[in-house]
């Protein structure tokens, strides 16, 4: 299974960005999708997920800002960020929970990161 993330980028602050992430590879059914975010010199987290029924969370910090959402047909989870500041720079990570067949326990896989730079 591999996740394929893309749409990083510059964009000025209160711009918008659209990050996209599509899991491909032996797929049975895919839990949990979410995104993270790694700023320099911080630690990974949480920004927002989407569960497999369709239920949201995100991160205090990009609360009504961001939103996630995803394509099942196509495996993708998607993440628009709007009235984007620069503390939203970070490199973005997509996370899913894959099941190879229908009786294995999912297992995590984590795309390569996309960059995302807010100015200023």
């Known amino acids: 299974v591999q996740l394929q993330a893309s749409g990083g980028g510059l964009v000025q602050a209160g711009g918008s960005l659209g990050l996209s992430c599509a899991a491909s590879g032996s797929i049975f059914s895919i839990e949990t999708m979410r995104w993270y975010r790694q700023a320099p010199g911080k630690q990974r987290e949480l920004v927002a997920l989407v569960t497999s029924g369709g239920s949201k969370d995100y991160a205090d910090s990009v609360k009504g800002r961001f939103t996630i959402s995803r394509d099942n047909a196509k495996n993708t989870v998607y993440l628009q960020m709007n009235r984007m500041k620069p503390e939203d720079t970070a490199v973005y990570y997509c996370?899913?929970?894959?099941?190879?067949?229908?009786?294995?326990?999912?297992?995590?896989?984590w795309g390569q990161g996309t960059l995302v730079t807010v100015s200023s």
């Open positions: 996370n899913a929970e894959v099941s190879s067949n229908w009786f294995a326990v999912p297992h995590d896989y």
